[in-house]
């Protein structure tokens, strides 16, 4: 089982048991449901699943942006450098969102406000956080800009977001989120977005401000090219549960769960990473349930192929086979028991 | 910006155009005779006929038009029917009191309607927020000399404080605004319903924006993230939707003067129209159409200065 | 099987909205209490005594009586019938009208289109009431001259409405292959055009006959009205006037029975928007 203790004090971001549900007419949606997590100081942490697993929810959880109504967070802890984020007072929480959480959304073109200037947008994070003068946070926010790669900086930051290309709305948010230099960046699905070549040049650049800066990334995503590329430890989601965790290489070249095997079996070979799909694309069969009517037992088993009589009883806890690979499924923690 | 600007100014000219068209068109449609209304129907042919001729109404209408045309463009817009006085003379007299009319309920209504449409919706589905809603759904269920009636009740005849009737005095601001404040609230306030209902969908509608999560995730306080992120957003829409509505307080001030009988163009065209005097009425209603021609290209133009996706494009 | 389920949750929600439901009920007992006016007047509306002038609220005459000794509750009874009916006709006839102009602006597209689409547009930037009033000044009194004058104003706003769903159609393939199996452009367009707009054209025509009543109350105020003696809302408001002091009673019944019934559709077209448009957004 988990070792808490010490070790989840001295991490930097520490998910306990969280819980969080949303109230809509057809029924109760358990969108995360008892997920707990961790990342360390200077590691990117990599959560994957398909649409709807609850990972964009974890994220949000974390900063308290889940909309209420019709959801909240109901149960566990969120940690921070020892702050519990779910307890926070409002004014407390505010200083850490920007600052030193940031946060970058999948869909930049309404994610920027439409009616202010990128530079604006940049340089008010300067000015709350900071406490900046208008002129100096100007500067800085050009700074920032720069430092994104943004090109013709001094142009663009007086531009609107409708005038600059799907990229360079990116990178404006990442130029956002980085101006207080957090120590954890929230990222999701940075980059489904954008043109495919963009999408490269985007996860370059967070790799690299990663290395330079040395702050850590959630990277959420569908796109195991993405973790692959980013992550150093990697979660996978299934129905608002975490069923496997590992380092990324041992995730990809021995992954356990069922479901992640049938991910990385339906993702075409590339590149480098070749190893790591299979000659056959084979889909998973059988649809992502909706969350307000799950299966009884492992959320999963419908569309198991390993599938026991126990799978659909009882759900499978999370068990630790050994530090940093966790895995929730009778079948596998059968044959390592 | 500048060839949007443009755009819209050159679009009002045809517009104009076609609505003074009309408007000759449907005055000339009436089936009885002006003359005959001036001289009563016991009037001899020949009295009839040669009151017609000097009125200029036996030549071809085709002519008619052209000269109607032609005249509007230079300013001048006939003599009445009935009294012979030019029409200009006749506007000149009342236009100020129907301009003040409409632009104070234009303007009460979007001063007041937009910060409460907006305070609604931030205290959304509140006891406010309910009573809110059915005022506003009441202000436009109700017709304009309803709300008159009302006022007169109780500003004038329970208390004592405003006057029932008459318009002031043309050269006196302080009897003018006396005899004001009671017409100007009555449309005000129909105006406001529809701009408070607007204004609150609107700033819902922005309040659930990304943008505005993200203003969040930033860590902004939250007064600035309504303050500034969502309200400019919010406010587009309801200024596009002003002009709209302005033409229908124009049209409804007819009423009001009628309810607190004030001098203006409404009265004017009341008299004209039991008078069958084409002419007047032709030129009150160009005058009416102008007017909703100009606050729409208004609009349209402060619209485009507060969308930066119109200005720079 | 899936259309049934559907039409029952658009019921459902409908009866949720509480103020929708109000109108509703409201709406009905109108409606209700106007056919049955006849029945239901204690005296004749225009029968005069002038040693009742002017009496306050009583209880042989309800609401009162006017300066000619007129029982004011039966003046107001029979007032509906004609609110009513020009309410309903005029959005009737507008809505016929509007939907025949805007399908063949739609259909036959090029120049014919322009102008339809072109008057469209200046018709619709008349007040409504200044329209009415211009028509009616050319037109002279009479109901069906109040029934044509509102509709003119209303028929602008479902041309629009139905052309545009005509010009969405025809981009869409199907339009083509049922011309090539011989379907007539009539049968096309009726079988995919109405049902398309079928929500708006309910939204629309509630929410236009609430305006039209209230068009007609003013215009009846102004003048223009039914003539005498027959009773019109806006003509008792208007009447009553002159005895806001000694006598707002006859002022204000017949402004509050306007206002009620305005409402009413309101709320009931409010409550039919909300569910059609998010229905039609996602």
């Known amino acids: 089982m988990e070792k808490q203790t010490d070790a989840s004090n001295n991490r930097l971001l520490s998910i306990q048991n969280l819980e969080t549900h949303f109230f809509i007419p057809e029924g109760l949606v358990k969108a995360v449901d008892d997920v707990t997590l961790h990342i360390d100081e200077g590691e990117n942490l990599g959560l994957v699943g398909e649409s709807g697993c609850g990972k964009s929810v974890t994220a949000l959880s974390i900063l308290r942006l889940i909309p209420f109504p019709p959801g909240r967070i109901v149960g566990g802890k969120i940690l921070f450098s020892g702050l519990d984020l779910t307890r926070l007072p409002s004014n407390e929480l505010r200083k850490i969102r920007g600052n030193r959480i940031a946060m970058v959304f999948q869909e930049p073109m309404t994610s920027l406000n439409p009616v202010y200037t990128i530079g604006n947008q940049i340089a008010e994070v300067y000015i709350e956080h900071n406490h900046f003068s208008p002129k100096d946070a100007w500067e800085k926010a050009k700074e920032m800009i720069e430092k994104v790669q943004i090109p013709s900086p001094s142009k663009r930051m007086g531009e609107y977001p409708h005038q600059l290309s799907g990229g360079m709305r990116q990178r404006a948010m990442i130029a956002m989120a980085l101006a207080c230099n957090p120590q954890l960046i929230l990222a999701d699905e940075p980059t489904t977005a954008l043109d495919v070549t963009i999408q490269a040049q985007i996860l370059e650049l967070m790799e690299g401000l990663h290395e330079t800066l040395g702050t850590s990334i959630l990277i959420i995503t569908h796109d195991l090219g993405v973790i692959a590329e980013v992550a150093d430890r990697v979660a996978v989601m299934y129905a608002g549960k975490i069923v496997e965790e590992a380092e990324v290489e041992p995730l990809f070249n021995e992954s356990l769960h069922p479901y992640t095997i049938g991910l990385l079996n339906s993702v075409p070979a590339l590149g480098r990473k070749a190893s790591v799909g299979k000659k056959r694309l084979v889909e998973i069969p059988g649809l992502v349930p909706s969350l307000y009517d799950l299966p009884s037992g492992c959320n999963f088993n419908p569309r198991c192929s390993k599938k026991r009589n126990i799978c659909c009883e009882e759900e499978p806890p999370l068990v630790e086979l050994h530090p940093g690979r966790k895995i929730s499924c009778w079948a596998v923690s059968e044959k390592w028991a | ?313 | ?282």
């Open chain 2, 1 to 313: 910006m500048f060839t949007y600007a443009i755009r819209r100014i050159l679009i009002a000219i045809p517009t104009l155009l076609a609505m003074l068209t009309l408007v000759f068109l449907l005055v000339r449609v009436i089936p009885s005779d002006p003359a005959i209304s001036v001289l009563g129907s016991y009037a001899t042919e020949e009295t009839i006929k040669a009151l017609r001729h000097e009125m200029g109404l036996d030549r071809p209408i085709y002519v008619q038009y052209f000269e109607f045309i032609w005249n509007f463009t230079h300013g001048d817009l006939g003599r009445s029917l009935v009294n012979k006085l030019p029409i200009v003379q006749l506007l000149s007299g009342v236009l100020p009191y129907t301009l003040e009319l409409a632009i104070s309920a234009i303007l009460i209504g979007s001063i007041l309607g937009i910060p409460l449409g907006v305070l609604l919706a931030l205290k959304r589905n509140s006891f406010w927020d309910y009573s809110g809603r059915i005022f506003s759904l009441v202000g436009l269920s109700v017709p304009a000399f309803v709300t008159g009636i009302v006022l007169i009740i109780l500003f004038s005849i329970k208390i004592n404080l405003l006057p029932v009737s008459g318009g002031g005095d043309l050269d006196d601001f302080g009897s003018r605004l006396h005899h004001l404040i009671l017409p100007a609230f009555s449309l005000g306030i129909i105006m406001m319903a529809y701009i408070t209902r607007i204004a609150r969908s609107s700033m819902l509608e922005v309040l659930g924006a990304d943008y505005v999560r993200t203003a969040t995730a930033k860590g902004l306080k939250n007064r600035k993230v309504i303050a500034k992120h969502a309200l400019k957003n919010a406010l587009i829409p309801v200024v596009s939707v002003i002009g709209t509505y302005s033409a229908l307080i124009i049209g409804s001030s007819v009423i009001t003067e009628i309810v607190f009988n004030r001098p203006g163009i409404g009265n004017l065209i009341v008299g004209a129209v039991q008078q069958r005097d084409y002419n007047v009425l032709q030129s009150s209603m160009t005058i009416y159409a102008s007017f909703v021609i100009l606050v729409n290209l208004l609009t349209d133009l402060s619209y485009g200065f507060l969308n930066p996706r119109i200005q720079y494009d």
């Open chain 3, 1 to 282: 099987m899936k259309r049934e389920t559907t039409r029952r949750k658009i019921v459902r929600t409908f009866l949720k909205n509480r103020a929708a439901l109000v109108g509703l009920v409201g709406a009905v007992m109108i409606i209700a209490i106007s056919l049955m006016a006849t029945v239901l007047s204690p005296h004749d509306p225009i029968a005069q005594s002038m040693g009742n002038r002017l009496k306050s609220p009583s209880r042989t005459h309800l609401f009162g009586t006017d300066d000619y000794g007129r029982d004011l509750l039966s003046r107001i009874l029979y007032g509906s019938r004609l609110s009513l009916m020009v309410g309903v006709l005029s959005v009737g006839l507008g809505m016929a009208a509007g939907i025949f102009m805007g399908v063949v602006a739609g259909f036959k597209g090029g120049v014919l289109d322009n102008i339809i689409m072109r008057s469209v547009d200046i018709f619709m930037s008349f007040p409504t009431l200044l329209l009415g009033l211009i028509v009616l000044a050319v037109l002279g009194q009479g109901m069906f001259k109040l029934v044509i004058a509102i509709a003119i104003a209303i028929a602008p706003r479902f041309a629009r409405l139905s052309r545009g769903s005509v010009i969405s159609i025809k981009q869409n393939d199907y339009v083509d292959a049922a011309r090539t199996i011989g379907m007539s452009n009539a049968r096309i367009m009726f079988g995919h055009i109405l049902p398309n707009i079928i929500g708006d054209l309910l939204v629309m025509g509630t929410l236009w006959t609430a305006t039209a009543i209230r068009v007609e109350a003013s215009l009846s105020f102004i003048g223009l009205g039914m003539p005498p003696p027959d009773p019109t809302w806006g003509g008792i408001v208007k009447q009553g006037i002159e005895f806001l002091d000694s006598a707002p009673w006859i002022s204000l019944y017949g402004g509050l029975a306007i206002m009620i019934t305005v409402l009413c559709f309101n709320m009931v077209g409010d409550g039919l928007r909300d569910i059609i448009d998010p229905k039609l957004r996602s």
